[in-house]
């Protein structure tokens, strides 16, 4: 049975760290220059690049909202939706106690294609689980930064400050490891497409009412 909800959640999950993730390749490897074919830019100025300043307070803050829509569309699919939120450490909670409390059953289809093994569920409990934790906590605290920013709201990098006045050196951004903050970027969008899929194909083939 089809879930739109969870459907369009994980669909703007994606592609909020998607978009992270190229802004993080145009840094590491400019492709475009800000000032090409741009009317408003007198001939023959010199080129102008993109620069961190310009790029990463938005890459920020996809990462950041890219997760809470990959876990708002897994807490969708387990039935238990929190559409009010947008604390990642919160949502990854609830998400983190059911995979590890449920004892999940391998899934196996046409009496021969293995499409949830035993191994596959153990891989994700005792490693994906708190890989995930960690980088969760990571961008929830906002250690990307050097130090540590209390945001449960998202409000940092969409703003200069948060409502509480919670703020930020910019100057900080020229000093991100940006191979790093890519390399985050991937595990973040594995590791989330991981656990949506073992809850996915759980719900699709409910192996304990089967076995029921």
Same mark, same amino acid.
């Given at each position: ?9 994980? =669909? ?9 993730r ?12 800000? *000032? ?9 100025? =010199? ?10 307070? *938005? ?10 829509? =990959? ?13 009010? *939120?947008?604390?990642?450490?919160h949502? =990854? ?7 590890? !409390? ?26 994906? &689980? ?28 969409r ?12 100057? &900080?951004? !020229? ?21 949506g ?16």
């Amino acid at each position: 049975m089809r879930n739109p909800e969870k459907e369009a959640l994980l =669909f703007h999950g994606q592609g909020y760290l998607k978009t992270a993730r190229l802004i993080c390749q145009q840094l590491l490897e400019p492709q475009y220059i800000w *000032s090409k074919d741009n009317p408003r830019v007198p001939d023959g100025w =010199f080129p102008v690049r993109y620069t961190a300043f310009d790029l990463l307070p *938005s890459a920020l803050f996809d990462i950041h909202h890219g997760i809470e829509l =990959f876990l708002k569309s897994t807490l969708s699919d387990l039935g238990k939706p929190d559409r009010s *939120s947008h604390d990642i450490q919160h949502l =990854f909670g609830k998400i983190q106690q059911v995979v590890l !409390a449920t004892e999940w059953i391998p899934i196996q289809i046409n009496n021969d294609q293995d499409i949830l093994t035993q191994e596959e569920i153990d891989r994700l409990q005792q490693q994906v &689980i708190p890989e995930l934790q960690e980088l969760v906590v990571y961008f929830a605290q906002r250690k990307v930064l050097q130090e540590e920013i209390d945001d449960p709201q998202n409000e940092l990098f969409r703003y200069p400050q948060t409502r509480k006045g919670k703020s930020y050196d910019m100057n &900080i951004l !020229a000093d991100i490891n940006i191979g790093d903050l890519l390399n985050r970027v991937d595990r973040l969008y594995e590791h989330l497409q991981d656990i949506g899929y073992l809850v996915a194909v759980d719900r699709r083939h409910e192996p304990r009412k089967i076995l029921a």
